[in-house]
C-alpha cells in the first residue's frame, strides 16, 4: 500500500484496501474524520499507474479549493478543472469538477461522447454524496451513478447517514461491487455546551456524565427589547457568548446563524471584544493590502474594519471575493469569530476549534422548524482541527423558544436517511432517447435510488395500508348469532327498505279509497298481496329480532369505508411505486407535442434542447428558437435572459429602475410562450418550473453597458452584492450555453459572446 507521513486510521486503512482491490467504496464518517485521505489515496494509485482520476464536489467554491490543494500537492501540470464556467488542463491525471459536469460529461452533451470523456480514467471521487438529500440537485448524484461506466471504480464519501448500507447496495447493484466502510470515530472528539443567558459568565456541558441533560441548565424567558421601528426583539447574548469562548480558550469558532442580517449585526456586536494582538493585527493588515492589489473594488468594503478586530461574517450576500478574504484570515487563525449561515457547512475548509449553533430551529418557505440531526451533525462536525486541538467544542445557545431537553434529544439523534430526489426532466429524457429506446429507458429509470428504496420511501404509506387490512380482518370476525353473513344482512335491509317504502304507498292507496267509499281495484288488491309478500320475506330473516342487530349494520357500513379507503391507498401506493417512470413519461409526452420528439427519438431541435441546463429546458429551448432573441443588443439580451433564470424572490416590490422598451415587449411574449407551455405540462402532470421575474433585469443592463459596480449598488438598495453576483454568473451560464448548443442563430451566438464579456469584470469575473 502507497505509504503516508502518518498513521492511517482503520476505516482508512480498510477502504484503501477496497480500493487495491479495485472494488469501489462508499466511505460514510462524520465531518473532519479525513475522508479525503481515501481520495488522495486513489490519486496517488492513478498517478503511479498512468491512469485519471475524476473528483467531483458539489459546489464550484469546493471544486476550486480542491484543484488548488491538488495543484499544490501533485504539480499544476497534472490537474485539471472543470466548472460550468472554467476550463482548465481537462486531460489532466487529475481532473477536479462539479457533479454536474461530470454528469453531463455521461450524457455526452457539449463534451463529446462517453468513451473520449473517460478514456484512461480509473476512479471517480464522489464528494460529499450525502448531497443526494438536497431537495433540488440531488437527482445529478444518481444519476451520476446509473450513467457511470461499471470499468470505473467510484470512490463515493459521505458524511454520516442513517442508511449508508441501503445506499451500498443500490450502487453494488446498478454499478459494480461496493463495499461499505462506516464509522463513527471522530479523531478529535467534540464536547457539546450551552449557554444559559441566565448565568452569562459561563457556558454549562449540555450533558451530565450519565448522558443525560445536565440539570443546572435553565429555559431560557423572552426578554424582548424595542428595535428598530417599534418591532419586538430578543436580546442578544453574542457577546457574552464569545466572550466565555475567548476566556476557556475555545477560538477560533465558528458562529452559525440562519439569518445574514443576523450575520452582519452579531459580527458589529463583537467588534469591541479585542480578539487579536497587535502583532495579529499588523498580520492582518499585511495581508489585506497584499489582497487588495488583486482586488481593489473592495478597498471601501464596509466591513475592512471588522476584519482588524477578528471578526467577520461569511454568507450569500456578500462578494465571492471578499469571502475568500475571510477565509483566507481565517485558515491562518486570525479571524477569531466567523459569524456564517449554514452553508459554510458544506466542506468549504475553514478549521476551528469551535462551533456555536444560535439555535436549533431556522425559518424556511413554510414557517420555522428544528434542525434535522444531519444539519446539526453537519454544523457542529466543522468543530476540532485535526492535529491542533484535542477536543471539539460545541456550543448551543439557549433561546425561549427551545428547551434544553430538545436540544439535548438533537444531540443524541442519529443521522437522518439519504432520500432519493430522482427527478426526470425534460434534458433527461431527450439524453437518453437518443442511445435507448423506451424500454432501455424505463430499465435506466427503475435504477434509480429513489425505486431502489422505495420500500423504504412508501413505508408510510404501507404502514397506513396494513393498519386499513388490519382493520378489514378485524371487523370480518364479526359472528353473527343466526350465522347470517354480510350480504345476507344487506338482503334484509333491502326487503326492509322495500317493505317500508311499499307499506306506505299502501296506506296512501286505502285512505283515497276510504275517501271515495269505495272497494279496492284488481290493480291495488294485487300491489296489496305484493306488500305482504315483502313482509313475509322479511320475517323470514331473524334480524328484525336480534339484539346484535344494529352492531352487525356498523359493521358492514365500517368496512364498506374501509373497502373503499383500502382501494384508495393501494392506487396511490401502485402510482407511488411508478412515481419516476409517470414522469418521464409525462414530460416525453410534452416534448412529443411540441416536436421535440418524433417516434421516441429527438429531432433536430430535441437534440439542441438535451443540451440545455437550466430549470426547464423545453422552456428555455422554446425561447431560444421562438427568434425573440436575436435582434437584441447585448444589454437587451443579458436583461430578458436575467428574468428567464432568477427564481422568485420574498419581495414585494422592484428596485423602481425601469426596463428598457424592447426588453418589455420581449418579456410580454415569452409570458404567451410561458403561458401555452402551462397548459401542455399541467394537461401531462408536469410541475416544471418556468421563470419571468425582471426584479435584477434593470440592474444586469446597466451593467453591460458599462456603469460601475458601485453605482450598481447604490441602485441595488438591501440587495447584497452576492446575490447579485450570483445572478449575473447564472446569466454567464445560460448564455455560455449558447455559444455551445447546436442550431442556435448565428447572430445570437454572436451577442451572446459579446455580452458574457460585457459581464466578466471585476468583481463578476472572481470566483
Known amino acids: 500500500m502507497i505509504g503516508f507521513p502518518f498513521e492511517l486510521d482503520e476505516f482508512q486503512k480498510d477502504a484503501c484496501k477496497c480500493i487495491e482491490n479495485k472494488e469501489s467504496v462508499v466511505v460514510c464518517a462524520p465531518t473532519g474524520a479525513g475522508k479525503t485521505v481515501i481520495a488522495e489515496f486513489a490519486i496517488q494509485l492513478a498517478l503511479e499507474n498512468g491512469e485519471r482520476i475524476f473528483y467531483t ?21 497534472k490537474v485539471g478543472l472543470l466548472t460550468g464556467d472554467t476550463s482548465i488542463n481537462r486531460n489532466g491525471q487529475i481532473v477536479v469538477m462539479t457533479t454536474e459536469v461530470f454528469r453531463n460529461m455521461l450524457y455526452c452533451t457539449n463534451f463529446g461522447s462517453i468513451t473520449d470523456n473517460m478514456k484512461n480514467v480509473r476512479y471517480v471521487v464522489l464528494d460529499e454524496v450525502h448531497y443526494m438529500n438536497d431537495e433540488q440537485r440531488g437527482t445529478v448524484w444518481e444519476e451520476s451513478i446509473i450513467y457511470c461506466p461499471t470499468d470505473v471504480q467510484i470512490i463515493a464519501l459521505s458524511a454520516t447517514v442513517a442508511n449508508a448500507e441501503q445506499l451500498t447496495q443500490w450502487i453494488n447493484t446498478v454499478h459494480s461491487k461496493t463495499t461499505l466502510i462506516n464509522t463513527d470515530f471522530r479523531p478529535v472528539p467534540l464536547r457539546y455546551y450551552y449557554f444559559d443567558s441566565s448565568q452569562p459568565d459561563r457556558i454549562l456541558p449540555l450533558l451530565s456524565p450519565g448522558g443525560s441533560l445536565n440539570k443546572k441548565i435553565r429555559p431560557e424567558k423572552r426578554d424582548f427589547r424595542r428595535g428598530p421601528r417599534g418591532k419586538a426583539q430578543q436580546k442578544s447574548h453574542v457577546k457574552e457568548v464569545v466572550r466565555n469562548l475567548y476566556n476557556n480558550d475555545m477560538l477560533p469558532a465558528i458562529y452559525f446563524t440562519f439569518s445574514r442580517k443576523k450575520c452582519d449585526e452579531q459580527m ?28 481593489p473594488y473592495l478597498y471601501n468594503n464596509k466591513h475592512m474594519e471588522y476584519l482588524l478586530q477578528g471578526v467577520a461574517s461569511h454568507h450569500a450576500g456578500l462578494l465571492p471575493s471578499w469571502k ?62 485535526r492535529g491542533m486541538d484535542e477536543v471539539g467544542y460545541v456550543t448551543i445557545v439557549g433561546t425561549p423558544f427551545q428547551s434544553p431537553q430538545e436540544v439535548a434529544d438533537l444531540v443524541l439523534s442519529d443521522a437522518n436517511p439519504l432520500e432519493s430526489r430522482f427527478a426526470p426532466s425534460y434534458s433527461m429524457v431527450l439524453n437518453l432517447l437518443q442511445r435507448f429506446n423506451m424500454d432501455e429507458a424505463k ?3 427503475l435504477k434509480s435510488f429513489g425505486y431502489f428504496s422505495s420500500s423504504t420511501r412508501l413505508a408510510g404509506l404501507q404502514a397506513m395500508i396494513d393498519v386499513n387490512d388490519k382493520k378489514l380482518k378485524e371487523l370480518a370476525e364479526f359472528v353473527c ?149 436575436n435582434e437584441l443588443t447585448p444589454a437587451e439580451l443579458a436583461s ?121 469584470r471585476e468583481p463578476i469575473d472572481v470566483d
Not at 458539489?58 to 501533485?74: E, H, I, M, T, V
Open 57 to 77: 464536489t458539489p459546489l464550484k467554491a469546493l471544486s476550486n479549493q480542491k484543484f488548488y490543494d491538488f495543484g499544490r500537492k501533485y504539480g499544476t501540470d
Open 268 to 295: 458589529e456586536k463583537c467588534v469591541s471584544l479585542e480578539l487579536v494582538t497587535k502583532e495579529e493585527q499588523e498580520r492582518i493588515k499585511q495581508i489585506i493590502d497584499e489582497f487588495l492589489i488583486d482586488n
Open 324 to 385: 475568500l478574504l475571510v477565509e483566507k484570515l481565517f485558515q491562518e487563525g486570525l479571524i477569531k469569530v466567523v459569524f456564517a449561515t449554514e452553508t459554510l457547512a458544506a466542506g468549504i475548509n475553514m478549521p476551528a476549534r469551535s462551533t456555536v449553533i444560535s439555535s436549533i430551529s431556522k425559518r424556511t418557505d413554510s414557517g420555522h422548524r428544528t434542525l434535522t440531526p444531519s444539519e446539526f451533525l453537519q454544523m457542529s462536525g466543522r468543530a476540532g482541527r
Open 443 to 445: 430499465e435506466l429509470i
Open 481 to 629: 348469532p343466526y350465522k347470517y353473513s354480510n350480504e345476507d344482512l344487506i338482503e334484509f335491509n333491502k326487503v326492509r327498505d322495500s317493505y317500508v317504502q311499499n307499506r306506505r304507498v299502501m296506506k296512501t292507496i286505502y285512505r283515497q279509497e276510504k275517501g271515495k267509499k269505495r272497494e279496492l281495484s284488481p290493480e291495488a288488491l294485487e300491489f296489496e298481496k305484493f306488500v305482504k309478500s315483502l313482509l313475509n320475506k322479511m320475517h323470514e330473516f331473524r334480524c328484525g329480532q336480534c339484539n346484535r342487530y344494529k352492531k352487525h349494520m356498523k359493521e358492514v357500513d365500517l368496512i364498506e369505508r374501509y373497502q373503499k379507503r383500502g382501494l384508495a391507498l393501494n392506487k396511490e401506493m401502485e402510482a407511488q411505486k411508478d412515481i419516476f417512470w409517470n414522469k418521464f413519461v409525462s414530460h416525453r409526452n410534452v416534448l412529443a407535442h411540441y416536436g421535440y420528439l418524433k417516434d421516441d427519438f429527438p429531432t433536430e431541435r430535441g437534440k439542441s434542447a438535451s443540451q440545455v441546463r437550466s430549470e426547464n429546458e423545453l422552456f428555455l429551448s422554446e425561447i431560444i428558437f421562438s427568434d425573440l432573441l
Open 640 to 760: 430578458v435572459i436575467c428574468s428567464v433564470t432568477t427564481e422568485d424572490l420574498r419581495v414585494e416590490t422592484g428596485l423602481g429602475l425601469p426596463l428598457s422598451p424592447k426588453v418589455r415587449k420581449t418579456l410580454n411574449k415569452i409570458k404567451d410562450i410561458r403561458r401555452k407551455l402551462e397548459k401542455v405540462q399541467n394537461d401531462n402532470k408536469v410541475e416544471d418550473v418556468m421563470y419571468i421575474n425582471s426584479y435584477y433585469s434593470p440592474l444586469i443592463e446597466l451593467w453591460v453597458t458599462g456603469e460601475e459596480w458601485e453605482e450598481i449598488m447604490n441602485y441595488a438598495g438591501d440587495t447584497g452584492e452576492g446575490d447579485i453576483v450570483r445572478c449575473f454568473k447564472r446569466v454567464v451560464d445560460v448564455l455560455r450555453q449558447f455559444t455551445t448548443i447546436d442550431n442556435v442563430p448565428e447572430t445570437l451566438v454572436f451577442t451572446a459572446r459579446e455580452t458574457i464579456n460585457a459581464i466578466l
